[in-house]
């Protein structure tokens, strides 16, 4: 478990970084090439040899800036995956925090400041499953367990320039584009039998060689072309969102994240949330249901990232008077309980 700081993170972590090392961080967290010798590419990108493009990426993850290397996976397209929170009691919050943390499919654990004061993501291969956990988790922490899926993804992506003095994220970037995504509880992939293996293996990432996707055909006892083709149609289908090195945000200095939840009016739902997906600052925007039945009356949820509450909120309200002039409740990340990649174990190989 670890602390979250207002932007006390960002003072050293760029000493001894030059233009390549900058144009590798902010250039290739998305977009890495597909095909058998990638880093060739990229060196030819930077002009660079093959062998110090492969080294630099290697020392930017030993040093933190990278969380590591590879595909960075679509949960609520892949599975069945849910956002939830529970209200621990500050006498018991570690207590609660270790038993819903002790499962695999609990890929995300926050604190954050407000009477739901811990939230976390769940990702199984089914509904059935992913509703198991939580009532299990409910059963053994005697915390009731507020279930929030995601019902429309407006805009989701948590890639943006880093090696720069932005207070918040994107601030120095234009309007995003918004493709908004309607997302079943009920729906998961129909993935061959080369889809699924190739996933379990690819979950935590690439192998930081030459050959990366020759080392997981291998891995997986494939052709490596079969391979490639594999990872090009994930991608495309919306399995995969992006490919490339995946930034340590609390590293680089935006460790002041709030998620600002809003009561918006059902029928301008859409239509407000398509305008502030597009925001660049908005990192993310999406739609869950709301709970009256828990005191939860919020529809919208949005996300600023910066390496400055101050600056954050700035934004914040920024939303709410050009925005979404409507009650909402921001909720600042306090501490990190857990983070890791989604698993997928019980999608490919069957687990319950």
């Known amino acids: 478990m670890s602390s979250l700081g207002a932007g006390g993170s960002d003072e050293d972590w760029r000493a001894g970084l030059d233009e390549v090392d900058a144009a590798l961080v902010d250039g290739y967290q998305s977009g890495f090439p597909v095909v058998e010798e990638p880093f ?14 492969l080294e630099r990426v290697r020392a930017l993850r030993e040093r933190g800036v990278f969380r590591r290397f590879g595909a960075v996976l679509n949960p609520p397209v892949i599975g069945s995956s849910t956002l939830a929170a529970v209200r621990a009691p500050e006498d018991r919050f570690e207590e609660v925090a270790e038993v819903i943390n002790g499962y695999r499919q609990v890929n995300h ?10 939230w976390f993501v769940v990702t199984a291969g089914s509904r059935g499953t992913r509703d198991r956990i939580l009532d299990d988790i409910e059963a053994r922490t005697g915390c009731e367990v507020l279930v ?21 994220a994107r601030e120095s970037l234009q309007e995003t584009e918004v493709d908004a995504t309607r997302i079943s509880e009920e729906a998961t992939a ?36 079969d391979v490639l083709a594999a990872v090009e149609r994930l991608r495309d289908n919306g399995c995969i969102k992006r490919i490339g090195c995946v930034v340590n945000h609390l590293v680089t200095g935006f460790d002041a994240n709030c998620m600002v939840v809003w009561d918006v009016p059902d029928e301008e739902l859409d239509a407000r949330g398509e305008a502030v997906g597009a925001l660049p ?24 990232h910066g390496r400055e509450a101050a600056a954050v909120d700035e934004k914040v309200d920024e939303l709410a008077a050009e925005h979404l002039p409507f009650e909402h ?19 490919v190989g069957g687990e319950e």
């Not at 060739?40 to 493009?53: F, H, K, P």
């Not at 996933?199 to 006892?221: H, K």
Request: charged fraction near 30%; proline fraction near 6%; aromatic fraction near 12%.
């Open 109 to 118: 654990n926050y604190r954050r400041s407000h009477e739901w004061n811990m």
């Open 40 to 53: 060739r590419v990229v060196a030819a990108d930077l002009g660079i040899e093959e062998a110090e493009a």
């Open 190 to 225: 129909d993935f061959s039998d080369l889809e699924r293996r190739l996933l379990l293996e690819i979950q935590d990432g690439f192998p930081l060689t030459r050959t990366p996707y020759r080392d997981v055909a291998d891995a997986i006892d494939a052709p490596v072309d």
């Open 329 to 347: 409740e921001r909720l600042f990340s306090t501490e990190t309980l857990k983070q890791t990649g989604a698993r997928y174990d019980d999608i």
């Open 281 to 304: 600052y908005v990192t993310l925007c999406y739609h869950r249901p709301r709970r009256p039945e828990q005191d939860w009356p919020y529809n919208l949820f949005t996300m600023v």
């Open 148 to 168: 929030l899926p995601m019902l429309t993804d407006f805009y989701i992506d948590l890639e943006f320039p880093v090696v720069n003095g932005d207070r918040f």
